[in-house]
């Protein structure tokens, strides 16, 4: 708990600004050193975490790549390689504007086999689940209609329930089968045997049926813009 | 000015007598919100451990040059720092378990405890005893986060750090990895621990 | 951006994923509430609007701030959290002098409040942009004071009944905080 009960008032001014002066403290401290100790302060802070960044940036920066490039040849089965499209003022274009953040930006990843030809896009997306967001990378073929893979990238559901949308193999591997889009979720042992079904996980149907949510909004969301199929790829 | 306690006794307040979680209900925010496995709990004390005593080590360096009116916002300056190092840490060597912890690390900021040690201890000792006391602290929430965790994870899942321990037939109760089970399995230790109290006041009565 | 609807956020940090009761965000406050409801709604209050203020700055200093030195983040964030809430105290003080006296213990209370850093460091990890944000921060500060009023309320009705003496205090608290998140649990299958 932040303790105030110390009769001065405190001043909390943030490193390097000027001090607030709503109400002065007078007592054998001047307020110039007031400030100057917090921003020297903050200016060493500053350096140090500038320092280990620089050390650890391209171990995260490495390590989140590789995590994305595993996921989606894993979601995108049969590619030897990918081009990242961006969702530029609602054109697709493997460029970004100059100067421009890519975190800004929507991505779809369009997966290509050895000879040059596609075989589906993969997309990221995030939704509310049981516990928390549950983000998940989904490949599909958007000129068959199926879905090709589908990965859990981030998940704080239940542990020993909720987690089995990654931790169950029979679970996963429906959506690897390449089920017809958009995707129903059905009670185990109840579906009807249609193509589009996914069987929920017992005990789990809410996170279950989260993953079914994501991947056909994020379908819904893309199709319009794959009408076109898919973007050609500069590349010969 | 120093106090009439001994090293020793600074080191060992903190584990069980003055124990953070149990007894000064302090730092409840990561205590319950992480401690749905032991691996989790783990994780969260080995950082939240490395905070409290680079930030008690640093402060207590630094007393003499902190004013007394803007200490607050010094000790705070010093905690966000470590904390930073330690999840920018977390991040590039132990990624898997950065991602289980989230947001939580972070919060490790916020966390009375800490403050709390600048606040009472670090900033009037010197450095051999503010780190003790901060070794001495981080031990108890150890100790309590490992208690919660085990609870809930034997008791919820059947493992302990991922190790099964009963049959394929154990039922586990679900309700305690949940966010109420961690509510519940506080309120029980301190119960139990309350229920103890009592019987050792009645005895030492009778 | 994120990809949930706004109505999904709000109603998520709301009732679903409360941001007491199943995100543990705020349980200095929450633990602590004396046993009268008045107390408490202006409690969450006090909450709501600075948690509101918070949402504002985050999002000025995620975008145009922080966005070359992201690793400042939690420095920043927490400075300019504990200034917001010096200055709201003084301007509360200053022009409202009667609001001050009923809302003026707890604002200290609300800088080292984990609600607070922890709607900021959420809103960041999820990439909400400034509207979504917003409802984040509403959604969350009436979940709060929901989870406040309900213990609140609890706490007065149970002061009449007969309590054994080492339940008193924190580890009733508790058990009953439990018991409101196995209730809460029920909306989960509403979004």
Not at chain 2, 88 to 112: D, R, S, T, W
Not at chain 3, 44 to 58: D, K
Not at chain 3, 160 to 179: H, N
Request: proline share 5%; glycine share 8%; with cysteine.
């Amino acid at each position: 708990m932040n303790d105030k009960s110390s009769a001065d008032t405190l001043v909390v001014t943030p490193p390097g600004a000027e001090p607030a002066s709503q109400e002065p403290v007078e007592k054998n401290v001047s307020t110039f050193r007031l400030v100057a100790t917090l921003a020297v302060a903050g200016i060493l802070a500053g350096m140090l975490i500038a320092m280990v960044n620089e050390h650890t940036k391209p171990i995260i920066d490495a390590y989140r790549a590789e995590q994305l490039r595993i996921a989606v040849y894993e979601v995108l089965p049969g590619a030897a390689r990918y081009t990242t499209f961006y969702l530029v003022d609602g054109e697709l274009n493997p460029t970004l504007p100059d100067g421009a953040k890519e975190v800004e930006y929507k991505r779809v990843y369009v997966g290509f086999n050895e000879e040059g030809g596609p075989v589906g896009v993969a997309v990221s997306r995030g939704e509310s689940g049981f516990q928390d967001v549950v983000m998940i990378i989904l490949g599909f073929d958007p000129v068959g209609g199926k879905l090709t893979g589908m990965k859990v990238l981030e998940s704080k559901e239940t542990p020993g329930l909720g987690d089995k949308i990654f931790k169950d193999k029979a679970f996963v591997d429906q959506f690897f089968a390449g089920p017809e889009l958009p995707l129903v979720s059905v009670k185990a042992g109840s579906g009807k045997g249609e193509p589009n079904e996914i069987d929920s996980i017992t005990g789990a149907t809410i996170s279950s049926k989260t993953v079914t949510r994501i991947i056909n909004n994020a379908v819904a969301e893309w199709m319009p813009l794959l009408q076109q199929g898919i973007p050609e790829d500069e590349q010969p | 000015m120093p106090r009439e306690t001994t090293p020793a006794q600074d080191l060992i307040r903190g584990i069980w007598e003055e124990n953070p979680v149990l007894i000064q209900m302090l730092g409840l925010c990561p205590a319950l919100a992480v401690t749905n496995t032991v691996k989790n709990a783990l994780a969260m004390s080995a950082a939240t451990f490395f905070v409290i005593c680079c930030s008690s080590v640093l402060v207590s360096s630094c007393k003499r040059f902190i004013p007394r009116e803007v200490r607050i916002s010094a000790y705070i300056l010093v905690i966000a720092t470590f904390v930073t190092l330690a999840d920018m840490m977390l991040q590039a060597y132990a990624p898997v378990q950065h991602k289980e912890l989230g947001a939580f690390i972070a919060l490790i900021v916020v966390n009375c405890m800490i403050l709390g040690r600048q606040e009472a201890f670090s900033s009037k000792n010197t450095v051999l005893r503010s780190l003790l006391d901060a070794i001495g602290t981080g031990i108890g929430f150890t100790i309590a986060l490992l208690m919660l965790g085990g609870f809930r994870e034997i008791l919820g899942i059947g493992t302990f750090f991922d190790i099964p321990l009963f049959g394929s037939n154990f039922e586990p109760w679900v309700v305690f990895v949940l966010p109420a089970g961690g509510f519940l399995t506080l309120g029980f230790i301190i119960l139990g621990m309350g229920y103890f109290e009592e019987r050792k006041k009645a005895g030492n009565a009778a | 951006m994120s990809d949930q609807t706004l109505f999904s956020i709000f109603f998520s940090a709301m009732i679903v994923n409360n941001f007491t009761l199943a995100l543990f965000l705020g349980l200095c406050p929450f633990m602590g509430v004396s046993a009268r409801v008045e107390t408490a709604i202006r409690m969450g209050l006090a909450n709501i609007f600075v948690l509101v203020l918070t949402s504002l700055s985050a999002w000025v200093l995620n975008t145009y701030i922080l966005v070359n030195a992201p690793y400042l983040r939690i420095i920043s964030f927490i400075i300019v959290i504990a200034s917001l809430v010096q200055i709201v105290e003084m301007v509360i003080k200053k022009v409202s002098p009667v609001l001050f006296k009923q809302l003026g213990i707890y604002l200290p209370l609300i800088t080292t409040n984990c609600a607070i850093f922890g709607l900021a460091i959420f809103q960041t990890n999820r990439s909400y942009d400034f509207l979504q944000g917003l409802t984040f921060a509403v959604g969350a500060g009436l979940g709060l004071t929901l989870a406040l009023v309900l213990m609140a309320s609890i706490r007065e009705t149970s002061e009449l009944s007969d309590i054994p003496a080492i339940a008193k205090g924190t580890g009733l608290t508790l058990i009953i905080a439990g018991s409101l998140s196995l209730a809460f649990m029920g909306f989960a299958g509403l979004l």
